[in-house]
Every structure is written in structure tokens, then in C-alpha cells.
């Protein structure tokens, strides 16, 4: 009974330090619209933009930029 309570007992650790590395690893990255904002240049986020529409053609209207 001893031995079934410490492989629980460690898998409950290895389980916590796992979800708790996965926790952290969300919410120390930035994702690359984050960054592309935060250097303020237009051109480098109009270049990282899909060229067309990513929405599906059910009547929702794409904002084009004129030019």
C-alpha cells in the first residue's frame, strides 16, 4: 500500500510540474502580431497581412484598403 501511495504521490508532482511548465510557457510568449505592434511600423505589419480575404464567402464583407 506504501508503494501505490508514492507512485501516485510522484505522479501527482510530475503531473502539476508539467501542467505548471505548460502555464508558464503561455504566459511568457508573445505572439508575433504582439511584436510586429509593438515596433510601430506600418510597412512591417502590412507585409505580414494576408494578401486576400482569410474569411469564408457567407456575406461577410472583407475591408480593403485603398491603394
Known amino acids: 500500500m506504501k ?7 510522484c505522479l501527482f508532482l510530475a503531473c502539476m510540474a508539467v501542467c505548471g511548465l505548460i ?3 503561455m504566459v511568457t510568449t508573445t505572439s508575433s ?5 509593438a515596433h510601430g511600423r506600418i510597412s512591417t505589419m502590412l507585409l505580414a497581412a ?6 469564408p464567402p457567407d456575406g461577410v464583407i472583407c475591408p480593403r484598403l485603398a491603394g
Open 3 to 9: 508503494f501505490e501511495n508514492l507512485m501516485l504521490g
Open 23 to 25: 502555464f508558464a510557457a
Open 33 to 37: 502580431s504582439v511584436q510586429l505592434a
Open 50 to 55: 494576408p494578401g486576400n480575404c482569410a474569411l
